[in-house]
């Protein structure tokens, strides 16, 4: 069946060390999307892409790296210079096409760094 | 700074009663809104979703209703369960590039 996967659902990793969050979808959506969020806090976007090989920056890009090879795959990758990383992490995916719609959200990873 | 405001972090109802959340915008630009529900450790699920060119959009137990002029949009559930009880987001789009959530609005029925 159709939808997002996220892996792991969480994870554990020292300060310092890069970390990559998997995104996977089966949806055909052209658009995907990472988000953070925060206790207290709204869903912060930091990078989307809309089309394979193209992806924008979004409010809090800083600290994190993405890459579009394959229209299914969205990873995210958590650099060191990332000042506070551990946050819960969702990544999401929509059509674009005839129309924007809503977005499809994967299960999340939690993301601790100690 | 903060497009899509809900300025209620939280909300109890009794079971069987309406439940109003709200959301404030504030770029004219937006024109497609959705409310989203997400329980804790999960991603959020799509609940209901309109156009700028409506007013109000109904499905089942949950309408959205737009106010433009006053940039203001709400979800009512009625009548509340205790399985709503979730966190809700708010969201509005200008062109579907990008999404910008409220800080959501915990519900919790008493049933």
Redesign the interface.
Known sequence: DGG?T?SPKYLFRKEGQNVTLSCEQNLNHD?M?W?RQDP??????IY?S?IVNDF?K?DIAEGYSVSREKKESFPLTVTSAQKNPTA?Y?C?S?P?FP??????????T?LTVT | DQQVKQNSPSLSVQEGRISILNCDYTNSMFDYFLWYKKYPAEGPTFLISISSIKDKNEDGRFTVFLNKSAKHLSLHIVPSQPGDSAVYFCAASDTGNQFYFGTGTSLTVIP
């Open positions: 997002i996220q658009a999307y988000y207290g806090q709204g869903l912060r976007l989307y809309q924008q979004g819960f969702l999401a929509s674009l129309s924007p719609g809503e977005q499809y959200f994967g299960p999340g939690r």
